[in-house]
Structures are given as C-alpha cells and as structure tokens.
C-alpha cells in the first residue's frame, strides 16, 4: 500500500520575493528580488544592475524591475503574489547532514534530562516524571555530567529507586552509555551476559554501544505514539532554518518512521542512512521506494567503528588522560572492508562512525583497496585528527561529516575534550581549517547535540584553536552548497540560482558580519511555500 504524501509539499504557481539582501554563489549578500515558480527559483533580480555578481535573470540579463523577470516567463506580475522581506538576509536552507529525528519524535514521550545538574538529580528528575507516566517503563535522556560538579555516573542502585517494577533507563547525552535499573537488566539477560565486560557493568548499571542500544530497543515507546511526533519533530527544524537532512534510522523504528512521515503536514528534504547489514539494504530500499513518499530517499547505511569521547568508548591509539583505557572498536577490520566491499559494488553509501583517531586508522585501511574516485563512502565525527589520520584523509575516497556545535559545547578551556586527551591532543581535534586547506571534503551536521546550524556556526568561526577557525561563508557554504555536491546526496538546491530548488531561509542579520548570537531565523521556505510562521513585527514576513 503506498501512504499518501503530506499536502503541504503543493507548490505557490508564482510569488515575488522583493525587498531582501541574496546571498549569491560568490559569498556575498546583494539586494535584490527572488521570483519563484513551481517550487523553483525562476529569476534572481539585483536591485543594482551595474553591481558585479551572479545574481541574474532568465537569459543572463540583468534588470532593475522585478516584474520585467515575471513578463518574461509570460505571467502577468500583478497576479503572481509578491512579498516584501523588509531587507531580510535571504540564504539557501540549512542542511543537516547527520541528525536524529526520531529522538527528536520521541522527545515528549521521554524524560529530558538535559538540565540535570548531579547524579542525584538525574534520579529525582526521572522519580517526579515516572509519577506521571502510564508506560511499560521509564526512560530518560541526554544527562551530561561533563558540566556537573560532581561527575559521578548515576547508577542501578538509584534507577532502582526511581522504580523497582518497571526497567528505567537514563542515557547519556552522546547516546553510547547509560545506565539500567535491576529490572532492565534483567530483561537484558543472555544477551547482556555474552557481551564483552567493557561494554556491561552489572554491579553499576552501566551500559555502552550495544548493549545500551539493545536496552534502548527493549524500552521502545508505542508505534503509534512514536509516529505522531514526527510532525512537530520537523517543525522544530523548521524554525532553525533547516530545510533537508541526512538522517540516522534504526531498522526496528522504521516502520513508525515512515508512517509518521507520510501522515506530517510538514515538508522536509530526507536523504536517510540506515543502521544494518549491507546484505539486507536492497531489501529496505524497496520498502522505503513502495511507501512513495516524496523526497525521502535511502541512499546507504551506517555502520559503527567505535563509541564516543564522553563515554570514553572511542578508540584511540593513546589511552584517555583519566581512565587509562584507550576506547574499543566496534567491528573487525575484515568485516569492515567487506561491508565497504558490498556498498560500493552494489552503489549504495555507507557511513562510517569514526571518532578516535584509532578508528579513522581502521577506515583509512578498509578504504585503502577501494578505487579513489569511489564516492560512495563518509565518516561522521572524524574528531582525533594526527598527522597520519590527515594525511591518510587527503587520499581516501570518503567525505566527512563533521560537528561544529560539539566544538562550542565541550571544545573549550577546562572543558569535556581536554579532560578527557589532555591539551596536547585536545589542540589537534576538529581541526576544520586545516582539513579545508588540505583539501578534503567535508559538511556539516550536529547529531541532534543540539540542532540548529546557527549554534553549530559559532563553534566552527569560534573555534578555541583560533588557527582552526573558518570564515562564516566557508562555514555556511557546509549547511547549504556542499551539502548537494556530495556521494548520493545531490539535488538541484543549496544555491540561489535560477533553476534550483525554492528551499530558502530568511535571517534578520547579516551572518557574515553580525554577531551569530544575535542572529535569528524569520522565515523558512520549501518548495516556494514558507513552512513557518510569520516573525513577530515582520509584517511583509
């Protein structure tokens, strides 16, 4: 059965855009008038002809009346709907190459525990919300004790506190360790007992990479609820600006994925990557392809090659500074060439989570038999960069899709990072400027930690390695062009040209000058529809 797609993908016949600043293909913003038609960028129109640039109309003649754009194509402009953006910054829609949205969908049905500030208040938290819930169990997410004084994990004893009956879990925020009640673990059973020891605590709780996910899986949430969170999920993105993005799938919530997809009113561009065995790809994509939901696409799958710096489960070649482990790798270097094997000889991607600069080894390897022109392969995080990992990068065939808001959240003096690889190596993570320079590849995403390329675009010009800072439009053109340019993930957007894609977002500042705290999204456009409200005190908004 194929499901309806959202109605809200219907397209405006014409509109006119007057009165906005456009960022152009160049990396500057000029005043002029977009006109729009059938979802589409037919036009770009500068306010100044004689100014140099790239925006133009149809043909490659420039013109000072917007209208004169609209005559052309054979339309009467008085007819076609016109409005003012009152100077507002007109860029491309921001892209979000790696995210979440389920997490996001399920965000009501879970407790946050974000604002936890201790142990003992990740317990309380999860008390006085379970009090409230008429659920199989309880779980809560995204506690970070990095930013705690006392950064002492919760632990069984307490989840057990919070309720003996049912499992309670609480994840961390970098989801690769949480921790389980009694019960919970229990339920884990065989399968926690056949893992290796790093990876399950019994005494503790304590849970990492797979066994915390199979946890995951056994406190699922309701289908159907699950379904019905996607609308506001994509939403939310909306009001960031956020107009596509390359999504993170597990195969066991799919089904509620796709239903809640199709059922949402809210447009969005989704290239997804799913969590499985390459052998049973082609399997997924003709379930994904009979749905018939307008611009999803499954383009290849993800696999796992180490854990996270917060967990102290990446691998790395050095041991952590504090716990003298040096992290784990999460599959053999024999499986990984032959999982790459598979994507590339069937042309599907594959994404590699690699953060320590021990798994960027293993990758380098896997990839090294594969031909350079391959663009079927990237790497989420890529964050323990030497000179042995850079210097393998320039030669790979792989693009990397990289997280400049974990840069400004734990990336600076005293923070997570230099706790955990001391200032020696914290000085050579993340190192954008030096990865552009060397000409390799990459975008940018923000693993749902928090969404929103606007807080993600201060920690890539903010860098706390001030050598490793980009400019703003070398960081924007990674949540808008480059995006497009990249393995499966073209399309005709990300630059605001004639013949591209209407998916736009209206800034009230200048990015490339004003300070990006102070900068906020007006608008939001998809296929020529604005998808958001209009900001207050914008009135042509």
Not at 69 to 80: K, L, Y
Not at 240 to 259: E, R
Not at 400 to 412: C, E, H, I
Not at 425 to 454: C, I, K, Q, W, Y
């Amino acid at each position: 059965m194929r499901l309806s797609h959202r109605a809200s993908f219907l397209v405006v016949p014409k509109i006119l855009l007057k009165n906005a600043h456009v960022y152009s293909a160049s990396g500057v913003f000029r005043r002029g008038t977009l006109l729009i038609s059938g979802g589409r960028i037919e036009a770009v129109v500068p306010d100044d002809p004689a100014a140099p640039g790239d925006a133009a109309s149809p043909g490659g003649k420039r013109s000072t009346d917007p209208a004169s754009a609209v005559d052309s194509q054979g339309a009467d402009a008085t007819s076609s709907s016109a409005m003012d953006l009152e100077g507002g910054y007109v860029l491309p829609g921001f892209v979000d190459t790696h995210l979440h949205l389920t997490s996001m969908a399920l965000k009501s049905l879970r407790c946050d525990l974000a604002g936890a500030i201790s142990a003992g208040d990740v317990r309380d938290r999860l008390a006085a919300w379970s009090r409230g819930v008429d659920a199989p169990h309880v779980m809560g997410v995204e506690w970070d004790e990095s930013e705690w004084e006392d950064a002492a994990y919760p632990t069984r004893e307490a989840l057990d506190a919070v309720d003996a009956k049912r499992p309670v879990l609480a994840r961390r925020i970098c989801g690769h360790v949480g921790v389980a009640n009694t019960v919970l673990l229990s339920r884990l059973g065989e399968l926690a007992a056949g893992l290796d020891a790093r990876l399950v605590d019994s005494a503790s709780g304590l849970l990492r990479e797979h066994a915390l996910w199979e946890a995951g899986r056994l406190c699922a949430p309701d289908a159907g609820r699950l379904a019905a969170g996607f609308e506001d999920a994509i939403r939310e993105l909306h009001a960031l600006g956020i107009t596509a993005i390359h999504d993170i799938v597990g195969t066991d919530k799919l089904d509620a994925y796709l239903k809640g997809i199709a059922a949402s009113r809210a447009p969005l561009r989704i290239d997804m990557l799913l969590v499985t065995e390459p052998r049973d790809f082609l399997r997924f994509r003709k379930v994904v392809e009979e749905k018939g939901i307008e611009d999803l696409r499954l383009v290849g799958i993800k696999c796992f090659l180490d854990g996270s710096l917060g967990g102290q489960t990446a691998a790395l070649n050095r041991p952590y500074e504090a716990s003298g482990d040096s992290g784990v790798l999460l599959i053999d270097s024999d499986g990984l060439r032959d999982t790459l094997r598979q994507c590339y000889d069937n042309d599907f991607m594959c994404a590699m989570h690699a953060i320590g600069d021990r798994a960027i080894d293993q990758a380098m390897d896997a990839l090294s038999g594969l031909p350079r022109t391959a663009t079927h392969f990237r790497l989420e995080h890529c964050e323990v960069v030497g000179t042995r990992q850079l210097d393998a990068l320039k030669e790979a065939p792989v693009f990397l899709s990289l997280q400049p808001n974990f840069v400004r959240k734990w990336g600076g003096p005293g923070g997570l990072y230099v706790r955990r690889l001391g200032a020696g190596r914290h000085a050579r993570m993340n190192p954008f400027r030096t990865l552009l320079e060397a000409g390799v590849n990459f975008v940018f995403g923000s693993d749902g930690m928090p969404p929103g390329p606007l807080y993600g675009l201060r920690g890539a010009t903010h860098h706390p390695i001030e050598r490793e800072r980009l400019t703003p439009g070398e960081a924007i053109d990674r949540y808008t062009r480059i995006p497009y340019t990249v393995g499966a993930h073209q399309r005709r957007a990300g630059v605001l040209e004639a013949g591209q894609r209407a998916d736009l977002v209206v800034l009230d500042k200048n990015p490339l000058e004003a300070d990006v705290e102070s900068v906020q999204v007006l608008r939001t456009m998809i296929a020529g529809r604005f998808v958001t409200p209009r900001a207050t005190g914008k009135e042509g908004l």
